[in-house]
């Protein structure tokens, strides 16, 4: 590991500022020494990306699906070299690495097939008609990639939301150059992980600029991507202050760009009461194992829990709270987010109207200490703050006297990525305004089950109404997550020698087109 920044295809370490990742289990530094990129690196870095964008436009997109395939090939055979630097960095499980490795691995191949396949492009045809008054043009349209885009690694998945994750695969799939902003928690992940995107990108003769993978503890590096004229697009997963501050640099831009922010989210679960006496052993289980998840450091993790205060709803209670203190306390990533996690957790308990049950007993340096809290549904309305996300191990269970008193505690709510809702069809159909008020506020509403658990398709919508996301009209994971960073451009009148291929009248690459 060299921790210099990759400047497209060179390594770069002009810098003098630098910082090392820490392992939070053994609550130490790792060796690797890393050094920040300078505004030299940064600017190198746009304009080679800006370069590569429009040498992009004239490969195929057989050759662009190959590279993201070899990616993937790249990371299996890096695979436990690169996970022995995630657990260091992270205190994650080499199991949990498994899986978010296998996810990125799927990613990767999942828009290598849709960029092979090129019908992402949302062609359409409008076919001239001169015998109308006026006459109506000939019109074609289709998707084209939007430029540079920067990327911001995100803590809690060093993988599947990093370097080469959702944003960084979705924004080369439509043919973007990216500059990712590697997370300073994990950097030497993410070194690796870029090398393997960068030898990829060599092997199949991707243009200079393609890639970068820039280091930074601070914030200027982001601050000065996302302010330079030639970026295009930013993606971003991480806490709301930090996506609501870029999301505003790049609204204050001469030329405003989008970014597409993935922020915070305590994804509400409503348990209907008459269903709650049938399956408090069910329901308890398995929310015990969702909040405790990786520490609960998952952007899904359940952390607002609303039911009907019965004898059943005091037993589900019980049970869950001994099932989630029952288990082993996990270490957190990195000491930062344990402060932060005992600071608002603390904030919440202070609260006299709260009332808690937490893991007991002495626990070691940065493990969290898992904590159900209980506040009635009148005071949860009255108090706004218990809203905001503790992120970690942490829930807090809303007792209401009625459904209507939780269908008017989730009107208060602010945007979220899910909804849960736990109730048999008869009930669920009963209490169909919970359903209606969910669909205004989130991304995705469950159904008997946990939020936790992001599955990688076309049909899955992750994202949400602002804060949990900055435009809710689109997912951040899936091969439609892809749309993020691409717009249309229509030809008028067009000859059909200049055309793009995806457009011309023969249709020589034989796409589904839509023509009228």
Known sequence: MTGKNSVGYKLSALGTRTFQTFNPVENSYNETIFVEAVSEDIEEAVLLASNAFEELKGISHFKKAEFLSRIAELLTEKEDLILQQYICE???????????????????????????????????????????????????????????????????????????????VSALAAGCPVIVKSHPLHAGTGELVANCVLQAAKETNMPNGIFSNLNAQGFEVGETLVKHPLVKAVGFTG????????????????????????????????????????????????????????????????????????????????????????????TMLHPSIHSSFERLKTERLDDEAVRYFEKEGELDCNVGRQTIALVSGKHFQNNPNLEEEVFGPFSLVVECESVNEIIACLKKLNGQLTASVLGEVDEVNDHLDVVKVLQNKVGRIVFNGVPTGVEVCPSMNHGGPYPSSTDARFTAVGIDSIKRFARPIAFQNCPDEILPDELKHSNPLKLARRVK
Not at 141 to 147: D, E, N, R, S
Not at 256 to 280: C, D, Q, R, T, Y
């Open 90 to 168: 992270s205190g994650l499980s080499y199991e949990r690495g498994k899986i978010e490795m296998k996810r990125t691995i799927f990613q990767l191949t999942s828009f290598s097939e849709l960029v092979k396949e090129n019908n992402w492009r949302e062609v359409s045809i409008d076919l001239a008609d001169d015998s109308r008054i006026p006459p109506k043009p000939d019109l074609r349209k289709m998707l084209f990639g939007i430029g540079p885009v920067v990327v911001f690694g995100a803590s809690n998945f060093p993988l599947a939301y990093s370097t080469i994750g959702g944003d960084s």
């Open 239 to 330: 806490s709301i202050k930090g996506g609501r501050a870029l999301f505003d640099l790049a609204n204050q831009r001469p030329e405003p760009i989008p970014v597409f922010a993935e922020m915070g989210s305590v994804n509400p679960v409503v348990l209907l009461p008459e269903s709650l006496v049938a399956k408090v052993d069910e329901w308890s289980t398995m929310y015990a194992d969702s909040i405790s998840a990786s520490c609960g450091q998952f952007c899904t993790n359940p952390g607002l829990l609303f039911c009907v205060k019965s004898k059943a709803s005091d037993e589900f209670v019980e049970q869950l709270t001994k099932k989630l203190l029952q288990k082993d306390a996990q």
